[in-house]
């Protein structure tokens, strides 16, 4: 069950944040981000060679302040979004890199859009995860916003943005891939669902304690909730009494989970205690289930473990999934250690 053949790559400096480029269709890439108090920071544009053997930076540039957020834009490659702090306070960003990168002495990231409304500690910034849309979700501790962008024009506009309520922090959220107009977000002790057309909240799960979120891209209405001790949650949002299934998670603090773009029911999640583990946990499917099966039979309890890796000698905060090729996810621990692993041999076979 355990064990690793991954292929490593090592930041700088320590590091938290990992992004598929998943408008890059040629190539398999990532951006990861680093997070030094003292240093000048970096962003690494990384790719997985033709052969799938090694990691191989294409580009490297320098970041103001550390990196605690970076999210890469669906549509344009050489776009990404950061949060960032100098140790006091929090800020975000959208960045373009450089058209000739490759062949310039020492590329400058290009900031098109400051997302300077925050008043808070900012936790992160969503794109649209489904295709081209011109708007970008930023997320502090009290409200969430909605940015226009217009890339051309180098400039982000606040469209909206809604408080979250009274003793509400929020943490973080995620945007569904098919409903352009809904989000969901979490704080201390709910799971919140908005509606962007009216930034009212429509919906909420009580007393749940998620720590990362993250939608199936695959079944309309699942979520996936890394939840605050260790556990994974498995929610359908049209009956949100109980989750449909629990997953054990990883053993200290499960702190990142991911839905497979392509596989359904492939679950990575990774945590405190050094390791990614691989799930199998398709949920019923939604003809089957229904408000009165779900009185019937409460959450499942299940333990679909197909691997762990345990390539790793610090905590793993960064984790992604690559959209081109679904087979092969990129992690990243805290020490800076960036392992890439594919997950063919625990495909289901057809």
Known sequence: MQGSTGIGYGLKYQARCIADVKADTDHTSFIAGTLSLKEENEVHLIRLSSGGTELVCEGLFSHPNEIWDLASCPFDQRIFSTVFSSGESYGAAIWQIPELYGQLNSPQLECIGSLDAHNSKIKCTLWWPSGRHDKLISIDEQNLYLWSLDSSKKTAQLQSQESAGMLQYL??????????????????????????????????IEHAHARNVDYDTKKKYILVTAEDESGIHIWDIRMSKVPILELPGNAHWTWAVRCNPEYNGLILSAGTDSAVNLWFASPPSSNALSSESLVESPTRRVDPLLNSYNDYEDSVYGLTWSSREPWIFASLSYDGRVVVESIKPHLPRN
Do not use: Y
């Open 171 to 204: 943490s973080g959220g995620a945007w569904d891939p098919h409903d352009i107009n809904s989000v969901v977000l979490t704080c201390e002790s709910s799971i919140q669902f908005w509606d962007l057309r009216t930034m009212k909240k429509t919906n909420s």
